[in-house]
């Protein structure tokens, strides 16, 4: 866990009395709080000497006898709430300061701090780099909220929330050990604005640290930009892997998982890499996961010794068994959280999911399971337009994939689409400012055909009907790795490096993954594809950067977006917004 290695190194135990530890407080605010509880444990900290972790935006108890640790992002907020912390001489909130910020903190709020009286009970004050949030061990986000200023380059703003992302991402690679070269979608102006303030950012983060990207991998290592506008196809698809089903179909809020257990009792569950089980599973298909979950559940049997009352291990003989055995609570819960949530999973989608799925990849593919051009797709299209079940959301997903699949229609039948969907005129905005991403949504006949990539043959026997569509960024990803990747669509900033750099840099665990402490990876000199989607990433995608991944040995994959996680609906929700 890099990241973590860093917040305790370089923040908790930084000026800690190595004889005789002291108890301090631990101030974060609403972007730091996220980072610290995606990396560490109130456990590792109370060991490091933290007595309690408090919210900097919520009113705290005065604890005049120790001193506090903020690790604060530097905004006029965050600062302001720093400095009022101190603001009274005789009664300050903590008998001093250690204050770390994720990023450089501009001029004007260190002047402001310095000429407060904050300075005088300050006894560090660091910048730590750190201003990303790691979502799993390959994901990560900036937890931004949706912007539309980034698909419009003019818009007012929009050159600080740029330079605001470019830092953020800066840290990332900063953290990783990468100076990687970077590239970006040519089509939309803004990816090349930030690639620009980005390339600036790491120029100064190597000129501080020569040893950043060293190494004969890391040379071939990139970043590539892309914003949501480059495929809309794959937020908006229902997945049948069991992570983007999940979240898509059920009801998680914060990665919390909900279920009733047994009668009466409501089970809360973390889903993240801490288990084991979620880990293996996340990137399954639907079909393969009940009957996985249900062989591991026997070999666990079987290695502990526990009898199973019937061949088939049910919901109802692993509620049975974990009342029966308390010292293996834990395991057999792990197995039940996920046999329920796989079943809640089947259940909706054998409601009316299934009929959509054959008609959202058909759509998608351009052609039907077989392989055949499909020549009306209207004719698909309407039933499920007209289908009093099918949620208004379900139904823009289709007219957008519609639109999509004919890349753009006119005024009169998108007008036409919305009538016979019933979709009330608010609602129409998800599809209207999709335009906004640079899609054709509506088009007048004279518009010309925006560049369309050429697309791996991925379709073979073992492929399921419902499952074909493969996220565009796996083939980027691949086409870079390849040095196939189409120069003028995706150019390099300035000149590639690749290759530049053939001296062997000491192997270093600070290469390792930030979020998993593998020590095998840490002394690895890989190359690594590291890529932002300025719009969000979705969960099929970052299933494709673990699949790059585990394909190929000598690079690592590491994916994110400027958003949360997108689901279809968070998706839908953030477009209906632009322009706002």
Same mark, same amino acid.
């Given at each position: 866990?890099?990241?973590?290695?860093?917040?305790?190194?370089?923040?908790?135990?930084?000026?800690?009395?190595?004889?005789?530890?002291?108890w301090?407080v631990?101030?974060v605010?609403?972007?730091?709080?996220?980072?610290?509880?995606?990396?560490?444990?109130m456990h590792?900290?109370?060991?490091?000497?933290?007595?309690?972790?408090?919210?900097?935006?919520?009113?705290r108890?005065?604890?005049?006898?120790?001193?506090?640790?903020y690790?604060?992002?530097?905004t006029e907020?965050?600062?302001?709430?720093?400095?009022?912390?101190?603001?009274?001489p005789?009664?300050?909130?903590?008998?001093?300061?250690?204050?770390?910020f994720?990023?450089?903190?501009?001029?004007?709020?260190?002047?402001?701090?310095?000429?407060?009286?904050?300075a005088?009970?300050?006894r560090?004050l660091?910048?730590?780099?750190?201003?990303?949030t790691?979502?799993?061990?390959q994901?990560?986000?900036?937890d931004s909220?949706?912007?539309?200023?980034?698909?419009?380059?003019?818009?007012p703003g929009?050159?600080?929330?740029?330079?605001k992302?470019?830092e953020q991402?800066?840290?990332?690679?900063?953290?990783?050990g990468?100076?990687?070269s970077?590239?970006?979608?040519?089509?939309?102006?803004?990816?090349?604005?930030?690639?620009q303030?980005?390339?600036?950012?790491?120029?100064?983060?190597?000129?501080?640290?020569?040893?950043?990207?060293?190494g004969?991998?890391?040379?071939?290592?990139?970043?590539?930009?892309?914003?949501?506008?480059f495929?809309?196809?794959?937020?908006?698809l229902?997945?049948?892997?069991?992570?983007a089903?999940a979240?898509?179909?059920?009801?998680?809020?914060?990665?919390?998982?909900?279920y009733?257990?047994?009668?009466?009792?409501?089970?809360? *569950?973390i889903? $993240?890499?801490n288990?084991? =089980?979620?880990?293996e599973? &996340?990137?399954q298909?639907?079909?393969?996961? @009940? /009957? #996985?979950?249900?062989?591991?559940?026997k070999?666990?049997?079987s290695d502990?010794?526990?009898?199973?009352?019937?061949?088939?291990?049910?919901i109802?003989?692993?509620?049975?068994?974990?009342?029966?055995?308390?010292?293996?609570?834990?395991?057999?819960?792990?197995?039940?959280?996920?046999?329920?949530m796989?079943?809640?999973?089947?259940k909706?989608?054998?409601?009316?999911?299934?009929k959509l799925?054959?008609?959202?990849?058909?759509?998608?593919?351009?052609?039907?399971?077989?392989g055949e051009k499909?020549k009306?797709?209207m004719?698909?299209?309407?039933? *499920?337009?007209l $289908?009093q079940?099918v949620? =208004?959301?379900d139904?823009? &997903?289709?007219?957008l994939?519609?639109?999509? @699949? /004919? #890349?753009?229609?006119s005024?009169?039948?998108l007008t036409?689409?919305?009538?016979h969907?019933?979709?009330?005129?608010?609602?129409?905005?998800?599809?209207?400012?999709?335009?906004?991403l640079?899609?054709?949504?509506?088009v007048?006949g004279?518009?010309?055909?925006?560049?369309?990539?050429?697309?791996?043959?991925?379709?073979?026997?073992?492929?399921?009907?419902?499952?074909?569509?493969?996220?565009?960024?796996?083939?980027i990803?691949?086409?870079a790795?390849?040095g196939?990747?189409?120069?003028?669509?995706?150019?390099?900033l300035?000149?590639?490096?690749?290759?530049?750099n053939?001296?062997?840099a000491?192997?270093s665990?600070?290469?390792?993954r930030?979020?998993?402490?593998?020590?095998?990876?840490?002394?690895?000199?890989?190359g690594?594809?590291?890529v932002?989607?300025?719009?969000?990433?979705?969960?099929?995608?970052?299933?494709?950067?673990y699949?790059?991944?585990k394909?190929?040995?000598?690079?690592?994959?590491?994916i994110?977006?400027?958003?949360q996680?997108?689901?279809?609906?968070r998706?839908?929700?953030n477009?209906?917004q632009?322009?706002?």
């Open positions: 866990m890099l990241e973590a290695r860093r917040i305790l190194n370089d923040v908790i135990r930084h000026n800690q009395n190595s004889e005789k530890m002291d301090r631990l101030v605010d609403k972007l730091s709080i996220k980072m610290v509880s995606a990396c560490t444990k590792q900290l109370s060991a490091e000497g933290i007595t309690i972790v408090e919210t900097l935006e919520k009113t108890e005065p604890m005049p006898t120790m001193e506090a640790i690790l604060i992002t530097p907020e965050s600062v302001t709430a720093l400095i009022n912390d101190f603001k009274s005789t009664r300050p909130l903590y008998k001093g300061a250690h204050v770390y994720t990023e450089a903190i501009p001029d004007s709020l260190f002047k402001t701090i310095s000429k407060s009286e904050v005088k009970k300050t560090s660091v910048e730590v780099n750190i201003s990303f790691p979502y799993e061990s994901v990560f986000t900036l909220s949706p912007s539309s200023m980034f698909y419009s380059p003019q818009s929009s050159s600080s929330y740029l330079e992302v470019a991402i800066a840290t990332l690679c900063s953290t990783l990468e100076f990687p970077i590239r970006f979608r040519a089509e939309c102006e803004a990816n090349r604005q930030l690639a303030i980005l390339q600036d950012r790491l120029s100064a983060y190597k000129a501080e640290e020569p040893s950043m990207g060293d004969s991998e890391k040379a071939k290592s990139q970043l590539i930009i892309l914003d949501r506008g495929d809309i196809t794959s937020p908006l229902h997945e049948l892997t069991f992570q089903m979240f898509d179909l059920l009801d998680i809020k914060n990665d919390v998982y909900k009733e257990a047994s009668q009466g009792v409501t089970k809360e *569950v889903l $993240d890499e288990d084991d =089980i979620w880990e599973l &996340r990137h298909h639907i079909a393969e996961v @009940s /009957k #996985n979950v249900t062989t591991k559940l070999k666990f049997n502990k010794r526990i009898q199973s009352s019937s061949d088939k291990s049910s109802r003989d692993l509620s049975q068994m974990i009342k029966k055995m308390p010292q293996h609570q834990a395991e057999l819960a792990k197995f039940s959280t996920h046999l329920h796989a079943e809640e999973c089947m909706n989608y054998q409601g009316y999911i299934d799925c054959k008609v959202e990849q058909d759509l998608a593919m351009g052609t039907d399971a077989d499909i009306d797709q004719r698909n299209i309407v039933p *499920v337009l $289908d079940n949620t =208004i959301n139904k823009i &997903r289709i007219i994939l519609y639109i999509q @699949s /004919k #890349n753009g229609i005024e009169e039948n036409k689409l919305v009538q969907a019933q979709i009330p005129q608010e609602k129409t905005l998800a599809i209207r400012n999709m335009a906004n640079g899609v054709n949504v509506v007048d004279t518009r010309g055909r925006t560049w369309s990539m050429r697309r791996r043959e991925r379709v073979t026997e073992h492929t399921y009907q419902m499952s074909r569509w493969t996220p565009q960024v796996k083939d990803i691949e086409d790795i390849e196939k990747l189409d120069n003028n669509q995706f150019p390099f300035s000149d590639q490096r690749q290759g530049s053939k001296t062997q000491p192997a665990n600070r290469y390792g930030w979020h998993k402490d593998k020590a095998e990876q840490g002394s690895r000199n890989i690594r594809v590291i932002f989607i300025a719009g969000g990433c979705s969960f099929s995608e970052a299933r494709a950067a699949e790059v991944t394909e190929r040995t000598a690079w690592e994959v590491i994110g977006g400027d958003t996680m997108l689901t279809p609906e998706f839908l929700e477009v209906h632009l322009g706002a």
